[in-house]
């Protein structure tokens, strides 16, 4: 009888070791392999692209159906992806234009730094400014194009641009807005707006077809070749 007992213990043994050997083969076979007998590929998220990003030697994630709205570009001199692109949806919202029809990232970029600085007659610093002193600033730092200092003078001087359908990217545009002659003047960005100092908002971006600016225009002038 114990004899017997001591058989079937044996036996049981031994096929509890042979399944658990099966088993284990059978896990590790179906992680590692699928139908075709291959290695199995690593499954990614949908609409991820992962490209490595050269100057900061990371990984970067970025959806492609986000990439194809913001419509990204990046600057000639390698300049922050990051940054073009958000001046890009914002610029892109004020002007009421696609990333097609935007100025140049220069142009939107000195634009933002100047944004909301206070009007003051005479001021030249990002405490308080006029006009014509941001005109000037931004014409010699976008383009390195050196001008007078007053909106008189800048209109005196300009090559004129005649009708308004002619306006481009960094047009100085003319206004009579006292008894004097040209008293205002802003630079022309795209769709009808453009950058000034207004004398109670500060730097900001208008409409030349509002009522206001359309009833005081005189004129546009260039002094850049595009």
Same mark, same amino acid.
């Given at each position: 009888?114990?004899?017997?007992?001591?058989?079937?213990?044996?036996?049981? &043994?031994?096929?509890?070791?042979?399944?658990?050997?099966?088993?284990?083969?059978?896990?590790?076979? @179906?992680?590692?392999?699928?139908?075709?007998?291959?290695?199995?590929?690593?499954?990614?998220?949908?609409?991820?692209?992962?490209?490595?990003?050269?100057?900061?030697?990371?990984?970067?994630?970025?959806?492609?159906?986000?990439?194809?709205?913001?419509?990204?570009?990046?600057?000639?001199?390698? +300049?922050?992806?990051?940054?073009?692109?958000?001046?890009?949806?914002?610029?892109?919202?004020?002007?009421?234009?696609?990333?097609?029809?935007?100025?140049?990232?220069?142009?939107?970029?000195?634009?933002? &730094?100047?944004?909301? $600085?206070?009007?003051?007659? +005479?001021? $030249?610093?990002?405490?308080?400014?006029? =006009?014509?002193?941001?005109? *000037? $600033?931004?014409?010699?730092?976008?383009?390195?194009?050196?001008?007078? !200092?007053?909106?008189?003078?800048?209109?005196?001087? =300009?090559? &004129?641009?005649? +009708?308004?359908?002619?306006?481009?990217?960094?047009?100085?545009?003319?206004? %009579?807005?006292? !008894?004097?002659?040209?008293? %205002?003047?802003?630079?022309?960005?795209?769709? @009808?707006?453009?950058? %000034?100092?207004?004398?109670? *908002? +500060?730097?900001?971006?208008?409409?030349?077809?509002?009522?206001?600016?359309?009833? !005081?225009? !005189?004129?546009?002038?260039?002094?850049?070749? @595009?």
């Amino acid at each position: 009888m114990k004899k017997k007992f001591y058989i079937f213990i044996c036996i049981s &043994i031994s096929a509890f070791f042979t399944s658990c050997k099966s088993f284990q083969s059978l896990s590790t076979k @179906n992680t590692s392999t699928n139908n075709s007998g291959k290695a199995s590929s690593p499954v990614f998220i949908d609409d991820i692209n992962v490209t490595p990003d050269s100057r900061r030697g990371t990984i970067t994630m970025t959806p492609e159906k986000d990439k194809k709205k913001a419509n990204i570009v990046m600057d000639q001199d390698g +300049g922050d992806m990051t940054l073009a692109n958000t001046l890009q949806m914002k610029y892109a919202s004020m002007l009421n234009v696609d990333a097609s029809g935007l100025p140049s990232l220069p142009l939107l970029h000195e634009v933002d &730094i100047w944004w909301g $600085t206070k009007y003051c007659m +005479g001021g $030249t610093t990002q405490s308080c400014i006029d =006009c014509s002193a941001l005109t *000037q $600033t931004i014409m010699e730092d976008v383009y390195g194009v050196d001008i007078p !200092r007053t909106a008189q003078a800048q209109y005196d001087n =300009c090559k &004129i641009v005649k +009708g308004k359908d002619s306006l481009q990217e960094g047009d100085l545009v003319f206004f %009579h807005t006292t !008894r004097r002659g040209i008293s %205002h003047v802003g630079m022309y960005l795209a769709n @009808n707006k453009f950058v %000034h100092a207004s004398t109670s *908002q +500060g730097v900001m971006i208008s409409d030349l077809n509002d009522t206001y600016w359309k009833d !005081r225009y !005189r004129g546009a002038g260039r002094f850049i070749q @595009n």
